[in-house]
């Protein structure tokens, strides 16, 4: 069986930093922790909580040292981080940082805030703190009709970085045609674009992809949704479940794996796959 691995797959610029700079402060600190899951990955995650990092899901005072995770967080621990003088160790990728910026001056400007993307997410919870929590959702192309639009006022649009690029310029028209007055950010960052990109291309090429990812990555269950379109794809977590039965028939195997998978874990599917006759 020829197994061939996406081009980018695997961690992205946002999430190598992150976690290069967790490790990091987990020598320098005593006492650190990390508010949430620094990104969407148990084993990763495992893997620093084993090296001394505490993962709290409330920000207190006695948390000293406190790392804000990759996909950003809301802006109530920022004011309570200052106000009680805590040490911010800020991950926050650069792109979601653009959106937190993008909705704070669009909404202090008037504009009402459009967020593209699932809205229990925890990086759209974020981007949506930074309108005091007004904006509206679009999860879907069906969610644009049940906007409420009002044409005596201006909106500004963002998307979720790991939004479905194929979806996007459909939104982006509907969007276009239903409202007066409208500034769209295009905010779908480029790691998940080009991961999305190359697994649709393998997909192409391949009897059978696997795409390894988290079940809380949203971007990883992005590739398998766009994978699963063009051909027979799995969703795993890692190698343990797998088994040899999967790939009766199987000549040639894509292998993706979403921007928060430990290249450990994908290396240990690769190693398990060589050995499938
Ligand atoms: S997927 Fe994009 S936005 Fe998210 S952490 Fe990675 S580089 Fe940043």
């Not at 950010?185 to 192409?204: G, H, M, P, V």
Request: one cysteine or more; hydrophobic letters at 35%; aromatic letters at 10%.
């Amino acid at each position: 069986m020829e197994i061939i691995l996406s081009k980018f797959s695997g961690y992205c610029y946002g999430v190598k930093k992150a976690v290069s700079v967790a490790d990091e402060s987990i020598d320098k600190y005593e006492d650190i922790y990390s508010l949430g899951s620094l990104i969407h990955n148990k084993r990763a995650v495992e893997k620093l909580k084993n090296k001394g990092l505490q993962v709290v899901d409330k920000l207190e005072e006695k948390n000293k040292n406190i790392i804000f995770r990759s996909h950003g967080v809301e802006k109530k621990y920022y004011d309570y981080a200052s106000k009680h003088n805590l040490n911010v160790i800020d991950t926050t990728c650069i792109y979601v940082k653009k959106i937190h910026q993008i909705v704070e001056e669009k909404y202090r400007e008037g504009y009402e805030i459009i967020i593209v993307g699932s809205k229990k997410h925890p990086e759209v919870i974020g981007i949506n703190s930074w309108s005091d929590y007004k904006a509206q959702f679009v999860e879907d192309i069906a969610d644009t009709g049940r906007l409420d639009i009002d044409d005596e006022k201006s909106y500004a649009v963002v998307f979720q970085t790991t939004f479905n690029i194929e979806k996007y310029t459909k939104i982006v028209e509907i969007l276009k045609e239903k409202i007066k007055n409208i500034e769209i950010f295009n905010t779908i960052c480029s790691a998940t674009k080009k991961r999305q990109d190359f697994a649709l291309q393998l997909a192409e090429e391949v009897d059978m992809m696997i795409v390894i990812g988290d079940t809380s990555s949203s971007n990883s269950k992005k590739l398998y949704e766009l994978a699963s379109e063009k051909v027979k794809s799995i969703f795993i977590e890692d190698v343990a479940e797998l088994e040899e039965t999967m790939f009766d028939g199987v000549q040639k195997l894509g292998v993706t794996a979403g921007a928060s998978t430990p290249d450990f874990v994908i290396d240990e599917v690769i190693d398990y796959l060589k050995k499938i006759d």
